[in-house]
């Protein structure tokens, strides 16, 4: 299936040959699957991209969410399209099947999500936000929330968020203000404070809107240890039986659920929870999802349902976080993906200019016809360095989902390997698609010249959605300080010798090709490169911590070029 912003056919052979995911299927939970229905899955999901999410990538861009009356209005075809997203059962594919799940692994779904980003990423947001949202709470919440709030998650009716940041705690979570207050019902909350830069946070999509709030409970423990897990939903829920009492005074909408099984059970009356939509950021791009302020219990009417145990909310938090920070680079990766495509097809369209050659016979240079502008070295640079980011990139990220379902489903040491080596390369799977992500799409911009500083190509809209991601979900400081600081050590350096024996096997494999001997030499000289400078930035980080992490960030960089490098090798 050809397509103008991803290749189905690189898109598989990483699925197929690189990672070989139909061995997957040897696991009980997902013996139901085959190559077959994976590719079903995928060639399903190019159907809906090309068809429904691709022609609104445009006016999705220029006609931006409004905030109109105390309601984000976002635009008009995205309300089918968000809840088709969850009648397919895109939103809750991985989950199992007592859930109305599909048990499918978690790398086509994430190898379906790309192909939703690279094909409009403002449309993507909706549907992934809300199964980040769910498997949190499905994760760690009482069984009375996860039945209450989450077959209208799964169904696309309401929508899930996560809600962290604040104006005055964005990278610091520890200093967020937002408190809980206990009342008199056990699990339930007054939840007072703001929230800022929610993504889908507030929008006439859905019927609700779910935010997974951390606040911090009154007279709890200081810092980080006193930051609990809620639930706070726009509208709460006042449950009654179908027909057995006429609607309360003051509900405001309404919505029939079903439980895992499918069969109808409630109908939820919905009455406003004094969450309210205080602005809407106007972004540089990424124009499609709106980005909400909000305020909860101005009026001192707030509820919040406590997931989980109490001040464990950072902890619990940290899982939805890290799918979320995957998550981006994958997003990275889809834009520039489909920022690479479109400039390698007006490469080859855009006649411009002569290629000079020392002999040639026929007529004077000036005399021929131009020729396309790949044919020039310079252009054909740029089209090998997108091409370069983005497929590996692509490799890493879905080797990173594929190491998720193995920590999921394998043997005990399959499952510490595959768990140890996601969560390292977790600030390189983020950080390095996102950096890279934008000088790639710069290269795009750069290939059209003029063109491409122009509305009239989908280039510079690339170049402005691909922005965003070294910054959200933990800037690329941020991680350089993780990687650095937290996961080289982690596990008493276990996991970092687990990355370092899978390069090795990998150029050890590479060495019997003669065509690849130069290049597994070359990613093993640079792996003892990186290898020094780790032991000199932490003995250095030991005496001066200052000093040792003040070039977190260029340590993450040379961390992920080989990363990648590895990535190719592999792929080669």
Avoid at 306 to 319: A, K, T, W
Avoid at 433 to 450: D, K, N, R, Y
């Amino acid at each position: 299936m050809s397509s103008p912003f991803f290749s189905p056919r690189n898109l598989r052979f990483v699925l197929h040959e690189l990672l070989r995911v139909e061995e997957l299927t040897d696991y009980a939970y997902f013996q139901d699957h085959s190559r077959e229905t994976f590719d079903l899955v995928l060639d399903t999901a190019a159907r809906l991209a090309e068809t429904r999410l691709r022609p609104l990538l445009t006016a999705m861009d220029r006609q931006e969410p409004q905030l109109v009356n105390g309601q984000i209005r976002i635009h008009p075809a995205m309300h089918a399209l968000i809840r088709q997203f969850g009648e397919d059962g895109w939103i809750n594919a991985t989950f199992r099947y007592d859930e109305g799940g599909q048990q499918l692994p978690g790398v086509i779904h994430s190898a379906a999500g790309f192909v939703f980003q690279a094909a409009n990423y403002s449309a993507s947001v909706f549907p992934f936000l809300t199964t980040g949202a769910a498997n949190l709470l499905r994760s760690f919440g009482s069984n009375e929330l996860v039945e209450t709030f989450t077959p209208p998650l799964y169904s696309g009716e309401w929508q899930g968020t996560m809600a962290l940041t604040e104006p005055d705690a964005g990278s610091s979570l520890s200093d967020l203000r937002t408190s809980a207050e206990p009342t008199t019902e056990p699990g339930t909350y007054k939840i007072s404070g703001q929230k800022i830069y929610i993504s889908a946070g507030d929008h006439d999509g859905a019927a609700n809107i779910v935010h997974l709030m951390l606040a911090r409970i009154k007279e709890g423990p200081a810092g980080a240890k006193g930051i609990s897990l809620f639930v706070v939903p726009k509208f709460r829920i006042k449950r009654e039986e179908t027909g057995d009492e006429k609607q309360k005074a003051g509900s405001q909408n309404s919505s029939t659920i079903q439980n895992s099984s499918g069969r109808r059970t409630a109908t939820q009356q919905l009455e406003d929870n004094d969450v309210v939509t205080a602005g809407i950021y106007h972004k540089m791009g990424y124009k499609g999802a709106p980005i909400a302020h909000l305020t909860m219990g101005s009026r001192d009417d707030c509820q919040g349902y406590l997931v989980g145990e109490s001040h464990q909310g950072l902890r619990y938090m940290f899982q939805m976080m890290n799918e979320a920070r995957v998550g981006v680079g994958l997003n990275a990766t889809a834009i520039a993906t489909a920022a690479y495509y479109a400039s390698l097809a007006y490469a080859r369209e855009r006649s411009q200019g002569r290629v000079v050659s020392e002999k040639r016979p026929g007529p004077p240079l000036r005399d021929t016809p131009p020729v396309p502008i790949i044919r020039h070295a310079d252009v054909r640079r740029m089209l090998l360095f997108q091409k370069s980011v983005v497929e590996g990139s692509l490799a890493l990220l879905l080797r990173c989902a594929h190491w998720a379902d193995l920590a999921h489903v394998g043997e005990a040491e399959e499952r510490e390997r595959a768990g140890m080596l996601l969560d390292l390369l977790t600030p390189v799977a983020k950080s390095y698609p996102s950096e890279m992500g934008c000088l790639s799409t710069s290269a795009a911009v750069q290939i059209l010249g003029g063109a491409g500083y122009t509305t009239d190509f989908p280039v510079e809209q690339y170049y402005r959605e691909a922005r965003i991601h070294p910054i959200h979900e933990g800037t690329t400081g941020i991680h350089g300080l993780d990687l650095l600081g937290r996961k080289i050590g982690l596990h008493g350096g276990k996991a970092l010798r687990y990355f370092v024996a899978e390069l090795q096997a990998t150029a050890y494999d590479a060495r019997r090709h003669n065509s690849l001997k130069t290049f597994a030499e070359t990613l093993e000289h640079t792996l003892g490169t990186v290898q020094r400078a780790t032991r000199h930035l932490l003995e250095l980080a030991a005496q001066h911590p200052e000093r040792g992490l003040a070039d977190a960030t260029l340590y993450l960089d040379a961390f992920g070029i080989l990363t990648i490098a590895w990535q190719w090798l592999d792929l080669g």
